[in-house]
T-cell receptor, first 117, second 108 residues
């Protein structure tokens, strides 16, 4: 089956630092990857959509300068949280979509728990 | 605006049947998916309905009524391991839009 990995699985950082999260599709090429944020006991909120080789499309209200997304290859997308603050503490989940799907089937990574002190 | 509403919490005992409803209001609709998420884990795909009617996959079934903008997930023969959060998600033009989520607690 389609497997998506994320690294790191958890990270603790000091306020003001930047954190990079990697999302990889291990056994398929992902034309599109998605980044979600999930606060405790809440739903998944789409942050941005990234396509390989092009700029990410951010959802309304998501600061593109704060959440930098790079989709450099068909198997890797990265999310960098710049100048992280405690309110950025959350569970960040990526997903990858394969080309040729008859509908938008997304395969989810295991998530990265970010804690900003 | 876009919204997908679900009950916040459902409780049941092992062996029972539960139905989790989802009403949606979105622009661009291709179908309705359901995902399961255990605490701290990733969402896992359960089912997808593009057309009206019932789709059955083992103990889980999913229903869609496009005219009513309504769907539900039916879980039968509940097991303790089914305790998790369940999300409906509209398959929109170029993305998934997730519902508010329902926390299911199964008791022995």
């Amino acid at each position: 089956g389609a497997v998506v990995s994320q690294h790191p699985s958890w990270v603790i950082c000091k306020s003001g630092t930047s954190v990079k999260i990697e999302c990889r599709s291990l056994d398929f090429q992902a034309t599109t990857m998605f980044w979600y944020r999930q606060f405790p006991k809440q739903s998944l909120m789409l942050m941005a959509t990234s396509n390989e080789g092009s700029k990410a499309t951010y959802e309304q209200g998501v600061e593109k300068d704060k959440f930098l997304i790079n989709h450099a290859s068909l198997t890797l997308s990265t999310l960098t949280v710049t100048s992280a603050h405690p309110e950025d503490s959350s569970f960040y989940i990526c997903s990858a979509e394969t080309s040729g799907s008859f509908y938008n089937e997304q395969f989810f990574g295991p998530g990265t728990r970010l804690t900003v002190l | 605006g876009q919204s997908l509403e679900q009950p916040s919490e459902v409780t049941a005992v092992e062996g029972a049947i539960v139905q989790i409803n989802c009403t949606y209001q979105t622009s661009g609709f291709y179908g309705l998916s359901w995902y399961q998420q255990h605490d701290g884990g990733a969402p896992t795909f359960l089912s997808y309905n593009a057309l009206d009617g019932l789709e059955e996959t083992g103990r889980f079934s999913s229903f869609l009524s496009r005219s009513d903008s309504y769907g539900y997930l039916l879980l039968q023969e509940l097991q303790m391991k089914d305790s998790a959060s369940y999300f409906c998600a509209v398959v929109s033009t170029d993305k998934l839009i997730f519902g508010t989520g329902t926390r299911l607690q199964v008791f022995p």
